[in-house]
């Protein structure tokens, strides 16, 4: 199994060591780990690490890549918020895939309980096509390797009237036409919306655009480790999918499911 999404405590919003992560890993049978804690930016600082603390962190994932090489496969990435300035001095390190989100609509964080009283000022239609748009504009940046939870925008159970195939139309076909690949993250059913990130009917369109998936639990905890990861292994083989992809030094390999 693989499980690329995943994060440590210098976001300040985890638990656990790098250590106890890959211990539940492997126990759990999992063959390549990669960790893809929160890029910094000058944005939201206290739920990220500090421009400062980027070489710390790689020099951790160094240290366990080389304790655990006999036992495990670990990956080094970035989850960088796609916002109108990426900062060059996180896609400049050399690592093995970025991790591309929209967890901001403007200076809006959608997905935090700190602002979830926004929703109710809202359109929720209006919100789903922005979030769509923005997703779009993060595929075509071709800044990133891996969209991350494709969906999440429906974090807290809120769901447009329209439909959602026709919202994420051209930002699924601006992933494919940029060859990203695209996780299916599971941190979706420890939430209120209770079901992976993306949704079946999405993974379906997933499917047929011939995109590239892998795995991820957004682990912020030892216990969140390979959370759910068999039976979204389950669905993506029921959909369809006969492979998943995983990046070193940021080019694709590939397991055959």
Not at 45 to 70: A, C, H, Q
Not at 170 to 199: C, F, H, Q, W
Not at 220 to 225: A, D, G, I, M, P
Request: with cysteine; glycine share 4%.
């Amino acid at each position: 199994m693989i499980d690329l999404h995943n994060h440590t405590i210098l976001c300040n919003h985890a638990n656990d060591s790098i250590d106890e992560y890959i211990k539940k890993a492997i126990k759990k049978g999992i063959k390549i780990y990669g960790f893809s804690d929160h890029a910094p930016m000058n944005y939201d600082e206290k739920y990220r690490m500090s421009f400062d603390e980027m070489d710390i962190y790689e020099k951790w994932l160094d240290k366990v890549k080389e304790k655990y090489k006999d036992k495990i496969k670990i990956l080094k990435g970035y989850e960088v918020d796609f916002t109108p300035e990426v900062d060059k001095r996180v896609l400049d390190r050399k690592v093995d895939y970025f991790i591309g989100s929209v967890h901001f609509l403007d200076n809006w964080g959608f997905d935090n309980p700190e602002f979830l009283s926004e929703w109710s000022e809202r359109d929720v239609d209006d919100v789903y096509k922005e979030y769509f748009e923005l997703v779009e504009k993060m595929a075509v940046s071709k800044m990133f390797d891996i969209v991350g939870h494709l969906d999440l925008i429906k974090v807290f159970g809120h769901r447009p009237k329209n439909d959602m195939k026709i919202i994420a139309k051209k930002a699924i076909e601006a992933i494919a036409d940029n060859k990203m690949a695209l996780e299916i993250n599971t941190a979706g059913i420890r939430k209120k919306v209770n079901e992976v990130y993306p949704s079946v009917e999405l993974l379906e369109m997933i499917k047929k655009s011939n995109i590239d998936i892998t795995f991820g639990s957004d682990a912020h905890s030892k216990s969140q480790v390979g959370f759910y990861l068999k039976e979204s292994y389950e669905l993506a083989k029921m959909i369809g999918f006969k492979r998943i992809v995983y990046f070193e030094n940021r080019e694709k390999r590939y397991f055959e499911i």
